[in-house]
T-cell receptor
Framework: KNQVEQSPQSLIILEGKNCTLQ??????????LRWYKQDTGRGPVSLTI?????NTKSNGRYTATLDADTKQSSLHITASQLSDSASYIC??????????????FGRGTSLIVHP | SAVISQKPSRDICQRGTSLTIQCQVD?????MFWYRQQPGQSLTLIATANQGSEATYESGFVIDKFPISRPNLTFSTLTVSNMSPEDSSIYLC????????????FGPGTRLTVT
């Protein structure tokens, strides 16, 4: 069964500090891994997308890494800001016939940034 | 990118009633999906809305409870029928951009509370 596990479940940090969120998965056959940011009361917004051949992808202060051998990914947030307070969701997709894929969603990590 | 709007953004409904949620996309898309996000849980796929044919439902979801319409390539509705407090959740419309194969976009969600 395809599964995506995220840790920690929640995290509180001070503004300006860095943090790293983890994502472990058992999804096969692997197609891609995406990180989303979901603000309270909003839908998820894509931060990064990585395929099998990519092991790092940056989007501003967000850097995602992927280790396809250990089936792990991390999202590193540099110099956190109050606006980074949100839920971060890891989504791992399995390849499906016809060029499509089946996503499996993690439960998310709730990040709170305090001033 | 696809811009998705949903109506209503939130509602409080009484047990036994029904609510229809609308999803409008600013461009024609092949694949439209409806998800449910319960508090502290990951996103769960309810069904794939197919244009011109019946929706494809995931295990645990049935057409009588969640009827879906997809009259064209930019619009879909999800009805939550005969509601109970267990239906309290966020309902999200999502589309898959075939031109950007791995990109999946989400609407802002509809927060439903059933009393």
């Amino acid at each position: 069964k395809n599964q995506v596990e995220q840790s920690p479940q929640s995290l509180i940090i001070l503004e300006g500090k860095n943090c790293t969120l983890q994502c472990n998965y058992t999804v096969s056959p692997f197609s891609n891994l995406r990180w989303y940011k979901q603000d309270t009361g909003r839908g998820p917004v894509s931060l990064t997308i990585m395929t099998f051949s990519e092991n790092t992808k940056s989007n501003g202060r967000y850097t995602a890494t992927l280790d396809a051998d250990t089936k792990q990914s991390s999202l590193h947030i540099t110099a956190s800001q109050l606006s980074d307070s949100a839920s971060y969701i890891c989504v791992v997709s399995a390849r499906k016939g016809g060029g499509s894929y089946i996503p499996t969603f993690g439960r998310g990590t709730s990040l709170i940034v305090h001033p | 990118s696809a811009v998705i709007s949903q109506k209503p953004s939130r509602d409080i409904c009484q047990r036994g009633t029904s609510l229809t949620i609308q999803c409008q996309v600013d461009s024609q898309v092949t694949m439209m999906f409806w998800y449910r996000q319960q508090p502290g849980q990951s996103l769960t796929l309810i069904a794939t809305a197919n244009q011109g044919s019946e929706a494809t439902y995931e295990s645990g979801f049935v057409i009588d409870k969640f009827p879906i319409s997809r009259p064209n390539l930019t619009f879909s509705t999800l009805t939550v029928s005969n509601m109970s407090p267990e239906d309290s959740s966020i309902y999200l419309c999502s589309v898959w951009d075939r031109e950007r194969v791995y990109e999946q976009y989400f609407g802002p969600g509809t927060r439903l509370t059933v009393t």
